[in-house]
Each structure stands twice: as structure tokens, then as C-alpha cells.
């Protein structure tokens, strides 16, 4: 039994709307998370907890405008998310609500005791406060002097306040991030929160007078007052542990990791660790930081754009289907565009076709050959070998929130056991040959390993294809060690297959009516939820990529696979290098800067992909016939792209 543990949270959502894609996601993701270590350490060492945020102004008008009391409005529509939750098969440890006495107790606890430590002082506070909104606003967030939502100027006002001292904490913060590089990830938002500490960090207002705020948590020390948003809502991290005495919060609190998107990064990078610090409790492990799903180019929850319900698309295409667009299709720490289309694309593509041919296929021979029943063959370990490697390649992918990463990894070894497959087609063997046995008994096995590592993923169908595997008990906790033992543990086992039935039927894309139109939207998807920004929020930025083109436009660029014969310096050239290079039938010449990264005796026998009908161009006098493809990160990382497996040269790239 391992030592380690894990503990995952997601922010707790404000009950100001219902659930949306966008919080799918975050909790999807620290639903799988949680499912894969506990698949790794075991499932008393890991922790899973999600929750709502119930208190504040929002919450107060939102339940006005339906005629409720705030907690009679918190209770209906936390209650939805929990609903909403469990309808999609997202199981957490605990569900946390900012309303429940233990919270509160907690974060009064909390206060005080920044309070006795001289942190927390009382002063006067001078603001742009619209009344309509009840809030206060930056400079920064208003627009052209008004409050973005009313198109009113704001008053001015002078407030007397508590301050939390979080100035006094900037260079132990600065020197912590420096210090441990990965306590914010992906390095984007940590070189987002480094650069926004250049500047001197101002004191954070923590209460609203009662007088005009009276749904939140008194302060302790002075019951005027409430205590305002963030050092209520992010206080539930601790208080859901049992702070201060609980033992999960000793078992689990050196283990914290938060999981949010880019909206809530100065909460999460700043002040909550500076909170933790005046508190004398040491600042979380880490903070992974994940994108915005967008939707019509819009980030979908404060928009004014449109919203997408997750319940709709987990009941029209399945829970494990919708489950698995999300993981695949968004790069961890970027934005993704949401289109019903990619999800029907994907779900047809890789999980009708590829895994739920590929499993119905192999139990369909296992059932007629040999009645279901196949034992230990020996013969072909390369692919199981393979499958073992898989689950290292994974456990490094989820360690860095790559989960689209790790699912491409499962799917290269899905695609090698069909190009196995296809091989040696052992439908048109004869039952009786040991080597048909050993090919399928080999593709049984790898499958077991694949329907393993889906668990996290997709739990639903991993069950079902484990069962059909014969996997006697596959609900019981399953660890990787034992899930996925070494080929030769398996020497002894009989497995015994069931019938194949189908993981994923395919939708006809004729047939398939969208949920989500563009324009207008169905009314089932539009709400909106077009909330300005909260203090500390950001309202995010606009796409990262160049315009959008048409196929037909990307279809234009004729790019070919080329073999690299011959490479040279071109003398005078710092960056240049002049290939000769073979398409097919055709050699040319090609000009590349690109030999600081990649010199010129490191090119020949190199298959590079080759932007083939470009107007030819001249370089330090030699004429390039085309341009090689590589990819640069942002730290200026340059490598070259090259087909996955051996092609022909002059092959097209589509
Ligand atoms: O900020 N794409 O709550 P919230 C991806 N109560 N994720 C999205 C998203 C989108 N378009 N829109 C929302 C709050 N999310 C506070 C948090 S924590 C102590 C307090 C997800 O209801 C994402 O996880 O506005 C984001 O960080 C969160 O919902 C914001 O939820």
C-alpha cells in the first residue's frame, strides 16, 4: 500500500446559473483525474471534491428575480448541480456547499486568525460601485468609464473596510513560484502570474458592511460585516478536509492540487496562496490551469454567446461519448471551439470505429474459433510489451494534465493492434493453427490492457469491455499493477469471452440534428449567462490563432513527404541550410533556416513533410523548391515534423 496521496479539487460553482459545458469540463476532468489515481494509488489515497459557491450579491439578485429567499434559491439550484453530476457519472468524494455550518465555522476560524496575527486591519476603501450591480469595479473593467452590464457611470463612493495585508507576502510568493516551477502549470499562466507581481500588489478588501450585504459570513471579529467572496469561497479547500484538527486534512493537504480555468487564476496564484501563508498553513502543491471552451468564437459562460448543456449532449450521444470529446479534443491549458460536428466526427472515428470494431472483431473470432474460451499462447509479446509501455507513457501524460496526450496514447495502441490485426488476418486462418490462437489470444490481451487504462476515461464502456473480456470482477478496485501484470504473470490464465455487443453505435451525419445551430441557437441550449467579471476575474482574451480559412483554402497547400538525400552549410549563412531532397520520382533542391536546431550532417535519411508547391524562392543565391514544416513552441523550442511511421516519399499529407 502506498504512502502517496492525492487530493483534487475543481472551483465550487456559483449557483447564479446551471451547470454548462464549461463546468462539465473542470469537473469531467478532476472526475478522470481522480479515477486514474485512484487506479494508481488505491482508492482510500485519493480525494476528489467539487461543490457551489452560495454566498454574495449575485446570488441575492438571482434568487430576488425568481421570488426566492437566497437559501431557498441556493438549495434548488446546488441541488441541480449535484443532480446534473451524478446524471453524468461523476463520483466525488465530497460535494461542498459555502452554506453548510462546518464551512462557515471554518472560515470564521480562519479569519480570526489572520486577524490576531495583525494581518487583517481596518481602513477605507474608495471605489466605483454601481448600484444596480451592487459591486464595486475597476478601472479596468469598466468600459469607457461605465459599468459594463447597466451602461451607467458608477458612484464614488468611500466605504469603511478590513483589509487582508496581502502586499506584506509578495516576495515570499514571488520567490516561492521561482522556487518550485511547477506550482502553476501549464508555464503560460505561471509566466502570466510572475508578470503580473512586477507590480507592487495592493491590500484586498475582504468585507461588505451588513447594512448592505447581509448574505455571507459575519466576520468574527466585528459582526457589521460580512466577509466578501474570495475569502469565503476559497477557504472551502480546507474547511471540506476538516481544517484545522481533520485528519484528511492532515492525510491529504500536503497533496493538494487545484484545478481551474484561466478566469479564476489571480484568486487561485495570489491571493489564496498569500492567504495560506498568513494563516501559517504551507500554500497547495499545485494549481493546473485549463483553457475556455468557446463557442461561436465567444467564451461561453460570460458571454453574451450561447451556453451548451451538458445533460443534452450526455443524452444524445452517451455519457462515455461526450466524456471522451471533451478529454480528446481540448489541448490542456488552451482554448478549444465547442461544435457538435467534431463530437459526432470523433465519436464515428475513434470510438465506433476504431476501439468498438476492433473489440467486437476480436471477441466475435474468440466466440466462433474457440466457443469463447482462450488460454495462454505464446508467440507474439510485442504488442503486450508495447501495451506495458503504454501505461508508463499515460502515468507521465496525466502527471502533467495532458489528457488529450494520454488518450492519443491509447489510441496509437488501439491503431497497433488493428494494423495487427490486419496483418495477419486470422479470419481467413484455420482455428486450429497455434499461430492464429497466439494472434488472437495476443489481440485479447492487449485489449484488456486498453479497456484498463480507459477506466479513468470512459468508466461506463471500460466496464463493459472488461466483462466482455471475461475480467471476472472488474468493478472491484482494479490497480495497475495487478490490472496490467508483466506478460509473464499471465501465463496461467484461461480467459473466457462473452458474445460481442456494440460499444458505440455510429450516427449517421445525415441523420444527426445538431443540438446546437449556428445561428440561432435551439432555445433548450441559449440561455445566457452574461455576468460581468467578479473582482479578481478576468474577462479573458480573444482567440490565439490566425484567421480561419475553408478546406478548400487549406486544400490549395500541396504538402508531400520528402526524403532527405544530401545536406550542406551554405557558407556566409548563420541559420541556412541547402537539402537535396527526393519526392517520389523527383529530387530538389531546398533551402531551410533551420541549422542552428538541426545541422547538416544530422539531416540525411531524415523524412521530412514539405510545403511542395510554393513558388520557388531565392535564398543567398540558390533557389528553394519549396518549404519544410517545423513546429516552435514559445520559448523558441524548434523541431521538425516527420511522419509517425515509415511512408513513401512524395506521399501526400491530407
Ligand atoms: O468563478 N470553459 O465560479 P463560476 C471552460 N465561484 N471552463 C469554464 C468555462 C468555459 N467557457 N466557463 C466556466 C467561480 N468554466 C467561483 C469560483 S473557487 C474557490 C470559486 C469553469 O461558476 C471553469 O472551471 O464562474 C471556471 O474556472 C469555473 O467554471 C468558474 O465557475
Given at each position: 500500500m502506498s504512502n502517496e496521496t492525492f487530493y483534487l479539487t475543481t472551483p465550487i460553482y456559483y449557483v447564479n446559473a446551471t451547470p454548462h459545458l464549461g463546468h462539465a469540463y473542470t469537473t469531467i476532468l478532476a472526475d478522470t483525474m481522480a479515477r486514474f489515481q485512484k487506479l494508481r494509488l488505491g482508492p482510500e489515497q485519493v480525494y476528489f471534491l467539487t461543490g457551489t459557491d452560495e454566498h454574495g450579491d449575485k446570488i441575492v439578485q438571482a434568487a430576488a428575480q425568481g421570488g426566492e429567499s437566497p437559501q431557498a434559491y441556493a438549495d434548488r439550484i446546488s441541488g441541480i448541480f449535484q443532480e446534473t453530476w451524478k446524471r453524468l457519472g461523476l463520483a466525488p468524494n465530497q460535494f461542498i456547499r459555502t452554506t453548510s455550518e462546518p464551512h462557515k465555522r471554518a472560515v470564521q476560524r480562519f479569519l480570526q486568525q489572520i486577524y490576531d496575527a495583525g494581518d487583517i486591519y481596518f481602513g477605507e476603501y474608495g471605489g466605483h460601485y454601481c448600484f444596480g450591480c451592487e459591486r464595486f469595479y475597476t478601472e479596468k473593467e469598466l468600459q469607457d468609464g461605465q459599468c459594463?452590464?447597466?451602461q451607467t457611470v458608477p458612484a464614488f463612493i468611500k466605504e469603511q473596510n478590513y483589509f487582508f495585508r496581502m502586499g506584506k507576502y509578495q516576495e515570499w510568493l514571488i520567490d516561492h513560484i521561482h522556487r518550485h516551477p511547477?506550482?502553476?502549470?501549464?508555464?503560460r499562466f505561471r509566466n502570466e502570474v510572475l508578470s503580473f507581481l512586477k507590480e507592487p500588489l495592493e491590500d484586498l478588501c475582504i468585507s461588505r458592511p451588513s447594512a448592505r450585504l447581509t448574505w455571507g459570513i459575519p466576520l468574527p471579529f466585528d459582526d457589521r460585516y460580512v466577509t466578501y467572496v474570495w475569502f469565503d469561497a476559497l477557504i472551502n479547500y480546507i474547511s471540506a478536509l476538516g481544517w484545522p484538527d481533520g485528519d484528511a486534512f492532515r492525510l491529504f493537504w500536503p497533496a493538494a492540487q487545484h484545478l481551474i480555468a484561466k478566469d479564476i487564476l489571480k484568486p487561485h496564484a495570489i491571493y489564496w496562496p498569500t492567504m495560506l501563508k498568513a494563516a501559517g498553513l504551507p500554500p497547495y502543491r499545485h494549481l493546473n490551469v485549463h483553457g475556455y471552451w468557446k463557442v461561436e468564437e465567444a467564451k461561453m459562460s460570460k458571454s453574451r454567446g450561447s451556453v451548451v448543456r451538458p445533460l443534452d449532449l450526455a443524452d444524445k450521444y452517451g455519457v462515455d461519448a461526450f466524456r471522451y470529446f471533451v478529454l480528446r479534443e481540448m489541448t490542456f491549458g488552451l482554448d478549444a471551439g465547442f461544435s457538435e460536428d467534431a463530437l459526432v466526427a470523433r465519436l464515428n472515428a475513434?470510438?465506433?470505429?476504431?476501439?468498438g470494431n476492433l473489440y467486437s472483431r476480436v471477441l466475435k473470432l474468440i466466440q466462433r474459433y474457440y466457443d469463447g474460451r482462450i488460454t495462454y499462447t505464446p508467440g507474439d509479446e510485442g504488442l503486450a510489451d508495447a501495451a506495458h509501455a503504454a501505461v508508463a507513457d499515460v502515468t507521465a501524460a496525466m502527471e502533467r494534465f495532458a489528457f488529450s496526450e494520454a488518450l492519443s496514447t491509447i489510441w496509437n495502441l488501439v491503431s497497433s493492434t488493428n494494423k495487427y490485426l490486419v496483418t495477419n488476418e486470422p479470419w481467413k486462418?484455420?482455428?486450429?493453427d497455434p499461430r492464429t490462437k497466439a494472434v488472437l489470444f495476443t489481440a485479447a490481451e492487449t485489449l484488456r490492457m486498453i479497456a484498463t487504462l480507459l477506466l479513468p476515461f470512459l468508466p461506463q464502456t471500460a466496464d463493459r469491455m472488461l466483462r466482455g473480456l471475461g475480467v471476472t470482477e472488474p468493478t472491484t478496485p482494479l490497480r495497475f499493477e495487478t490490472a496490467c501484470p508483466s506478460p509473464s504473470r499471465i501465463e496461467a490464465q484461461e480467459w473466457r469471452v462473452q458474445e460481442a455487443q456494440s460499444l458505440f453505435p455510429r450516427i449517421q451525419t445525415t441523420a444527426a440534428k445538431p443540438l446546437l445551430r449556428k445561428p440561432p441557437l435551439t432555445p433548450a441550449l441559449?440561455?445566457?449567462?452574461?455576468s460581468p467579471p467578479r473582482e479578481g476575474e478576468d474577462a479573458g482574451e480573444g482567440g490565439e490563432y490566425a484567421e480561419q480559412i475553408t478546406i478548400e483554402e487549406f486544400r490549395r497547400v500541396d504538402l508531400r513527404v520528402a526524403e532527405v538525400i544530401e545536406a550542406a552549410a551554405i557558407p556566409g549563412s548563420k541559420k541556412l541550410v541547402k537539402l537535396r531532397v527526393r519526392l517520389k520520382d523527383e529530387e530538389r533542391t531546398v533551402v531551410a533556416g533551420l541549422k542552428v536546431h538541426y545541422?547538416?550532417?544530422?539531416?540525411?535519411?531524415k523524412r521530412i513533410i514539405l510545403a511542395a508547391n510554393l513558388k520557388p524562392a531565392s535564398l543567398m543565391g540558390i533557389t528553394s523548391q519549396g518549404m519544410v514544416l517545423a513546429a516552435e513552441d514559445e520559448a523558441g523550442r524548434i523541431v521538425l515534423l516527420t511522419p509517425e511511421a515509415p511512408i513513401d516519399s512524395g506521399s501526400k499529407v491530407r
Open positions: 459594463p452590464d447597466h511547477d506550482f502553476i502549470r501549464p508555464e475513434d470510438l465506433a470505429n476504431d476501439l486462418r484455420d482455428p486450429g441559449s440561455p445566457t449567462i452574461s545541422p547538416p550532417e544530422s539531416w540525411p535519411g
